[in-house]
């Protein structure tokens, strides 16, 4: 089963707005990873979070990680239609390479 | 730097064919990743590598998949005999092991079964 779900499983914003989308996964981890796909091409990593962190930034992204809930959000600030594409969290464990990743969101910026 | 390479981008091919897929990582990478994308199941883990050797292989579906790597610069999945719910796309990724570290993928192969 997979680790990550990510919620919603799709949203579309006007450009300038601010997207926010949700990771919720099952066991402990030894850090989160997000990543983007755009349409036909493969994942790019996005930001990492290890289990130790709350929050990290990164340009116009911002990452919060709540292992009490275990949860993590992704916030894209000023969104742009470029931003338009799958995002996805992946979770590991520790002692473990292996990254088990979440069903996505599907975000539409319309310009 | 180039990134991870992936051999043919589309393959289509019948029904017991033979399919063999392969994947270049990055230069330096000791982590390979053979992930497969459906709508219906999203992306699976097939198998991975972690210095040329197979460490998880459970998210291998069936005998029918195969996975090599005999050196650090190439990879290959087989499929055989390959089956029209084979048809996915299939990536490759190659990551540094130490320390986490973010996966680099490769654009992936189409891969269609008649």
């Known amino acids: 089963s997979q680790q990550g779900e990510e919620d919603p499983q799709a949203l579309s914003i006007q450009e300038g707005e601010n997207a926010t989308m949700n990771c919720s996964y099952k066991?402990?981890?030894?850090?989160l990873q997000w990543y983007r796909q755009n349409s036909g091409r493969g994942l790019v990593h996005l930001i990492l979070?290890?289990?130790?962190?709350r929050e990290k930034h990164s340009g116009r992204l911002r990452v919060t990680l709540d292992t009490s809930k275990k949860s993590s959000s992704l916030l894209i600030t000023a969104s742009r239609a470029a931003d338009t594409a799958s995002y996805f969290c992946?979770?590991?464990?520790?002692?473990?390479?292996?990254?088990?990743f979440g069903t996505g969101t599907r975000l539409k910026v319309l310009a | 730097d180039a990134g991870v390479i992936q051999s043919p981008r589309h393959e289509v091919t019948e029904m017991g064919q033979e399919v063999t897929l392969r994947c270049k990582p990055i230069?330096?990478?000791?982590?390979l990743f053979w992930y497969r994308q459906t709508m219906m199941r999203g992306l699976e883990l097939l198998i991975y590598?972690?210095?040329?050797?197979?460490?998880?292989d459970s998210g291998m579906p069936e005998d029918r998949f195969s996975a090599k790597m005999p050196n650090a610069s190439f990879s290959t999945l087989k499929i055989q005999p390959s089956e029209p719910r084979d048809s996915a796309v299939y990536f490759c990724?190659?990551?540094?092991?130490?320390?986490?570290?973010?996966?680099?993928f490769g654009d992936g192969t189409r891969l269609s079964i008649l």
């Open positions: 992946a979770t590991s464990t520790s002692g473990t390479y292996k990254y088990i």
């Open positions: 066991t402990s981890i030894n850090n």
């Open positions: 979070i290890r289990s130790n962190e």
């Open positions: 230069s330096g990478h000791n982590s």
């Open positions: 590598f972690n210095n040329n050797v197979p460490i998880d």
């Open positions: 990724a190659s990551s540094s092991v130490d320390s986490p570290q973010p996966q680099h």
